[in-house]
């Protein structure tokens, strides 16, 4: 169920409101779901998916039990049917901008006039406000969304093309073993040889050089682009002492992470460092015993920030605030023995 609404203010009671309904947001709607905690989940974006749906979701995800690979659209589809039973109710498009607690229980406001209440908040907002990084490349705006990308929407668009990819992360890496084999070329383009991906992403690629089916241009950075109206022809690269080569390019891929900001949730008074939000790791609780913070946004000593850590979290979250809903101690079951929407 989603609220659209533009008009009038809405006032909803609930058990749990989740902010952001990214991945984690999506699995923490079932953690809650399994535990009887009804969850509203509160959205800048217009749908359900968070960077996954937004930037990358063809991007194929390798570190996901059960999944040997699956692309971030898929994982997301699966995600939203698995906490369907527990019939969420989302509010999209709108951005959580104030709220106000008491010893029982925690009132937020939206962009929108909507207001809800519920006995415990989960900020599951990933990077906050996002956007991706954009490289100092003089006219680069007259390129943006005609053929400088900085997500890959459709894998298709990408076939018969001169592509040029630059940066060094997890992204880089994975579309360049995702379209060597659709584009007429890849080049990855890194200031040094060293990735900071996944080995086993790093030897993947690595064997793709070696099979010559992409082409690295290390140690090299971004310096300019050739075309016009708004189609580049040319990427072009310089090595730390200036010396520049021009590489033969239909499109530019740059992935240098995203740029954050936390937006409202920075004037909360929540223990913030570095755009991040510490908390017990024990329980995923801040600084406020009823708002609690899960995936990327939430921050503690050996943090990893890996989908499948924030799942983890997700739970750790749930079992936390059962007792600030139900006034009394969970007795854990098995999934198996409960079932999805057990009445037990």
Same mark, same amino acid.
Do not use: R, W
């Given at each position: 169920m989603s609220d659209h609404s533009t008009t009038q203010p809405l006032n909803h009671q609930t058990d749990v409101v989740i902010i952001g309904a990214g991945p984690v947001g999506l699995f923490a709607i079932f953690e809650c779901g399994m535990m009887k905690m009804k969850c509203h989940v509160v959205d800048a974006l217009d749908f359900a998916g968070g960077q996954c749906t937004a930037l990358y979701p063809e991007k194929p995800i390798y570190d996901i039990p059960g999944f040997p690979k699956i692309d971030a659209a898929e994982l997301i589809k699966n995600l939203e049917a698995q906490a369907a039973p527990f019939n969420p109710v989302y509010h999209f498009g709108q951005q959580v901008v104030s709220f106000t607690e008491n010893e029982n229980g925690i009132t937020i406001k939206t962009s929108k006039g909507t207001e809800i209440s519920a006995k415990a908040m989960i900020i599951a907002a990933g990077c906050g406000a996002f956007g991706p990084n954009r490289p100092p490349l003089p006219g680069i705006e007259k390129y943006e969304g005609k053929s400088v990308f900085y997500m890959v929407a459709k894998k298709e668009d990408y076939r018969g093309k001169k592509v040029v990819i630059a940066g060094g992360g997890d992204s880089a890496v994975d579309w360049a073993l995702s379209l060597h084999d659709i584009a007429e070329k890849v080049y990855v383009v890194h200031r040094r040889d060293k990735f900071r991906c996944a080995p086993d992403s790093a030897e993947k690629l690595e064997q793709l050089r070696k099979d010559k089916k992409? #082409?690295?241009?290390?140690?090299?950075?971004?310096?300019? +682009?050739?075309?016009?109206?708004?189609?580049?022809?040319?990427?072009?690269?310089?090595?730390?002492?200036?010396?520049?080569?021009?590489? #033969?390019?239909?499109?530019?891929?740059?992935?240098?992470? +995203?740029?954050?900001?936390?937006g409202p949730i920075a004037t909360w008074n929540l223990n913030v460092e570095k755009n991040h939000i510490k908390v017990d790791p024990a329980t995923m609780v801040t600084n406020h015993s009823r708002i609690f913070a899960i995936g990327d946004i939430a921050d503690y000593f050996n943090k990893l920030k890996l989908i499948l850590c924030g799942f983890s979290e997700a739970a750790f979250a749930a079992h936390a605030i059962y007792p600030l809903v139900h006034k009394e101690a969970y007795h854990f079951q098995y999934s198996t023995s409960t079932g999805v929407g057990s009445k037990n």
């Open positions: 992409v #082409e690295m241009v290390v140690p090299y950075q971004l310096h300019s +682009l050739d075309g016009a109206n708004g189609q580049i022809t040319g990427v072009n690269v310089a090595t730390l002492e200036g010396e520049v080569k021009k590489l #033969e390019a239909d499109i530019l891929l740059p992935f240098f992470g +995203l740029a954050m900001e936390l």
